[in-house]
């Protein structure tokens, strides 16, 4: 079945409202502090107040007297008993040699490298006294000079004997040689250097997890607030506790949002694993949010440097980056991927420049450790390039439109210079349909009309483009990647004809739960309700990769598509058993089978019937049931595109940034669940505009302290940060999947922050400001509106 | 001590620590896990209940205050044959709720809003919804079904 036929099915474009809104909404959901196991106790982590320091020593003599205590472990107890966290993604130098890759241990063992860094893990009967013991953990520190910037990292002390230049790697990607010499022949060149400030996920639910070990069957149960729970598992058992996978099962039951932070394997998932069996009792934890300010993954946090050659007309000729990219103290999962893989191959964007160098330089500094983090390089690599064209546009007296009308890439497949083949899109497109929503032509009355209010008025555009559902296995593997990128389905039609749909991709608010069911009631003729579908379990669901990168739908979807192919094959020979007729003379629709050229037919539910119940069934030639799985593993990446227009209006004696409209037009390919989708945008959108407005992740420069530790002091988008988004879409199906899907999860994240400080920039440039960063709080703005009058 | 409440209509009581607090009550000891914990600086609003008519964040309130007063929370919300509050159902249809975790806050502040402000504006609807977070749905949808949900509740 080809993408252009699956569209055409019932149930497909149609607004299905949520099957899984019921449970949420009558507060019977299961996140995983929901779930409580009989003579549980609870686990609280001693976490390091220093950035960096030699740990002399740690006592616990005082803790382990508290009241209600059940045990203290250190990092002595697990020292050569487990490996440390495992790195995902391996990177090679410029010069041949692997990055550098210090160990990760699960508790800290003679060193905390930033403020948050776990030392000690107390366990008590209940939070309280595991609180209370806490504070009677005594360490002795040693602090040392620490680095929190880049640019520190290449001075300072280092923080692992295996990095001693806090250096992980350079890398780069493109032909050096062919930039250079197309620079020298350039009519103009535009520089750019620019941060993309670092970030905190949270997402509402703090991270939490139970380790549950069973001595009857000498196995472990981890249910972990996850969006990949075989990772999880294969991470665990293989790399850390040496396990093997079948004494081990990890349960992601409803998670209250991810956005990236909980992809990744963290050290107190696997201390509470181990840590159970040690006592032989259930340990829960469940994260205070100033911990995960701490604790989980931060995201973004690049310094680069961009340069652009272009002829007299404004067409690029050749680009030049050069990145440092923060990782933070540790590396965490997929940490070594974002600023390389994920980053530097979308530096082509939407453009034909005929060459691109990108240079890569990574370091180890004392804050928590930096991921993947919704649209994971995409941001970086989108933020970087848009502001640059648009940069472009302003010194060579085009408009912001204009520019990029001039470089889009207007054939397909097309080849960029940094690796990625794009199959589909249509950019021209977009940029109408976006122009047409937005009313840009009739900016010019709206700026006066600001200006006669006292007001700067700003127009700011971003054309965006990001790879979704990594892919290929092989072609990653070749670039670093230590796992596989595929997905599985499983689809299991029960006796009387409805489906349990088991998936490897997991559901942590996009809904897959409707989405997925959609795809199989459209494929077999059902009701959407006639199918459920199963997520978040490595005991029920056969093997998966979670959700990251918004691959769901376009590799699990497509695992579930095989499968459904898997199925009606095998229908197809029970319903021409029962008809008489020969298989291939069968055909499928509309939830019946018939004889091609006759009205003989018999419905899906008595095939599925049959199937269970093999009375009149060819039994010598078919095995009874109707159970099929399959792995998918996609030939190419999906590349969802888009324009994103944004005004913005700005009071310049407060430095106040007002939303005033924001329009996106994006190409996802097929959409299955326009409510859904729509549903995604909003969101993404909102952490977008939430960087470039408010979001900002700060540490103290001598000391690495985190300042913004707290809702108190992060700026988090509310209700009324935002004006009604207006959305529309462009639809190119991807060529390469059986859905004609591309994912769209992460685009409004990745659009939305050029637009808006290139609308900043816009407004901004009548009061001689020319250069600005994120986050364009009122204060920012203001003191950049000071220093360009002074 | 001995904490007597009125949950959801009925008599619920539970011995707690002085220090304990009402969300804590709830989740632990009566196991109404609906009501959810977002942060530990009262900004996120997932723990909002309504206490003798209020909303309130009950990550901020003792239960040994609220000893003798009416609670009602997510629970308590869905007639007993299931039928949903208006308010619930009108975030089913406008697409109100992603993940789920800011949900059960986010119903009950809407439900005091409107309860207070029958008439609320989209514009009041987004500035009385500063004390809930979501990190989910961009509030667009949010605020449509509190429009949605005001309409069907005042009729």
């Known amino acids: ?34 779930i409580n196991i009989a003579n549980q106790t609870y686990a609280v982590f001693v976490r390091s107040p220093h950035a960096h320091a030699n740990v002399k020593s740690v006592s616990i003599d005082a803790a382990l007297a508290m009241p209600g205590v059940v045990h203290v472990f250190t990092g002595k107890d697990i020292e050569g008993k487990m490996g440390g966290l495992p790195c995902g993604w391996g990177i090679t130098n410029t010069d041949g040699t692997p990055m550098a890759e210090p160990p990760h241990p699960i508790l800290a063992i003679d060193k905390v490298r930033y403020v948050g860094d776990h030392v000690a893990m107390v366990v008590a009967e209940t939070v309280q006294q595991a609180k209370d013991a806490a504070e009677y953990v005594e360490v002795d520190y040693e602090v040392l000079q620490a680095s929190v910037t880049c640019a520190q990292a290449r001075t300072n002390a280092a923080l692992h004997t295996e990095a001693p ?78 396990l093997p996978e079948h004494k081990v099962r990890v349960i992601a039951p409803d998670v209250g949002g991810g956005f990236g932070s909980k992809i990744y394997l963290y050290a107190e998932d696997v201390a509470l694993t181990w840590g159970s069996k040690q006592i032989n009792r259930p340990i829960k934890w469940v994260c205070d949010r100033s911990e995960a300010f701490l604790s989980d993954a931060h995201g973004r946090d690049h310094v680069s440097t961009a340069e652009m050659a272009m002829d007299k007309d404004g067409k690029f000729l050749a680009m030049r980056v050069h990145t440092d990219a923060n990782l933070g103290a540790y590396l965490s999962t997929f940490a070594t991927a974002v600023p390389t893989i994920l980053y530097a191959t979308l530096l082509a964007g939407q453009y034909s420049t005929p060459q691109v160098y990108v240079e890569v330089d990574s370091w180890f500094t004392n804050t928590a450790p930096v991921d993947a983090y919704r649209g994971a390089g995409r941001p970086e690599a989108t933020y970087l390039l848009e502001r640059l064209v648009s940069r472009c546009a302003w010194e060579m007296n085009l408009s912001q439109d204009e520019i990029r009308k001039r470089n889009f890439i207007t054939s397909f497949p097309y080849q960029t210079p940094v690796a990625l083949q794009y199959d589909t899109g249509d950019f021209h497109a977009c940029m109408d349909k976006a122009q047409a929503m937005a009313d840009t032509a009739g900016f010019a009355k709206r700026k006066a009309d600001s200006a006669a209010k006292g007001l700067l008025r700003g127009i700011g555009y971003s054309s965006y483009i990001e790879a979704c559902g990594i892919a290929p296995s092989n072609i990653a593997g ?30 942590h ?46 590799v699990g979807g497509a695992a579930i598509m095989r499968a459904l192919d898997k199925i009606e094959a095998k229908a197809k020979k029970i319903a021409a ?214 | 001590m001995l904490v007597q409440l009125t949950v959801n209509g009925k008599p619920m009581q539970a011995d707690v620590a002085n220090n304990t607090l009402l969300v804590q009550m709830l989740r632990e000891n009566l196991h109404l896990t609906g009501t959810h914990v977002g942060c530990d600086t009262s900004q996120c609003g997932a723990c909002t209940v309504i206490m003798n008519g209020d909303a309130v964040k009950s990550c901020s309130v003792l239960a040994a205050s609220a000893n003798g007063s009416e609670v009602k929370t997510i629970e308590g919300m869905a007639q007993a044959d299931g039928t949903l509050h208006p308010m619930q159902a009108a975030f089913k249809e406008c697409h109100g709720l992603q993940c789920g975790y800011c949900t059960p806050g986010m119903v009950m502040s809407a439900v005091d809003l409107v309860a207070k402000n029958p008439k609320a504006s989209e514009a009041e609807i987004r500035e009385s919804l500063e004390g809930n977070m979501c990190r989910c749905t961009g509030y667009q949808n949010i605020v449509r079904a509190v429009q949605t949900g005001r309409d069907a509740m005042v009729g």
């Open chain 1, 1 to 34: 079945m080809g993408a252009s036929d699956f569209s055409n099915l019932p149930h497909i474009g149609e607004s299905v409202k949520r099957k899984e809104d019921l449970r949420f909404l009558t507060g019977v959901g299961n996140y995983t502090d929901d």
């Open chain 1, 577 to 790: 058993h029962l008809l008489e007729a020969s298989d291939t003379d069968i055909e499928f629709a509309n939830g019946e089978f018939t004889v091609k050229g006759t009205d003989k037919k018999v419905p899906f539910a008595q095939v599925a019937l049959t199937a269970y119940v093999p009375h009149n069934y060819p039994l010598d030639k078919l095995e009874p049931g109707l159970n099929e799985t399959a792995f998918y593993d996609p030939t190419n990446f999906t590349f969802p595109a888009g324009t994103y227009i944004c005004e913005v209006e700005i009071d310049p004696a407060t430095g106040v940034t007002r939303i005033d409209s924001f329009t996106a037009v994006d190409d996802f390919g097929t959409i299955i669940n326009p409510m859904v989708v729509e549903g995604q945008v909003h969101g993404g959108l909102a952490q977008g505009i939430g960087q470039a407005l408010l979001e900002n992740c700060v540490y103290d420069q001598e000391t690495g302290q985190l300042l913004t530790g707290s809702f108190m002091d992060y700026a988090m988008p509310r209700a009324d940060d935002f004006p009604e988004f207006k959305i529309g879409h462009v639809c190119t199906p991807c060529t390469h999947n059986p859905l004609g899907t591309k994912g769209c999860g992460e685009a409004g994240a990745i659009g939305s922050p050029p637009a808006v400080i290139n609308a900043v920039l816009d407004a901004l440039h009548e009061v001689g400001v020319t250069d600005f960063d994120m986050p364009a709080s009122p204060n920012r703005v203001w003191q950049a509106i000071q220093s360009a009058k002074a």
């Open chain 1, 165 to 242: 230049d806090n250096h992980c790697y350079k890398w780069a990607i493109g032909d050096k040689g062919g930039v250079d010499e197309a620079f020298k022949g350039a009519h103009h060149i535009t520089k750019l250097d620019l941060t993309n400030n670092r970030l905190v996920p949270n997402a509402m639910e703090p991270r939490a997890a139970i380790g549950h070990y069973n001595r009857a069957g000498d196995d472990y149960t981890l249910y972990v607030s996850n969006q990949n729970p075989h990772v999880e598992r294969l991470l665990m058992t293989a790399f850390v506790l040496s």
């Open chain 1, 478 to 507: 070749a670039l670093g990647a230590r796992a596989g990128l595929f997905e599985s389905g499983e689809v299991r039609v029960h006796p009387t004809g409805s489906v349990t749909v088991f998936t490897g991709s997991h559901s």
């Open chain 1, 509 to 554: 608010g996009q809904g897959h739960e409707t989405t997925f069911a959609q795809v199989v009631a459209a494929r077999l003729g059902l009701e959407v309700d006639q199918v459920d579908i199963v997520h978040g379990d490595t005991g029920r669901v056969p093997f998966g990769m979670g959700t990251y990168g918004s691959r769901s739908i376009s």
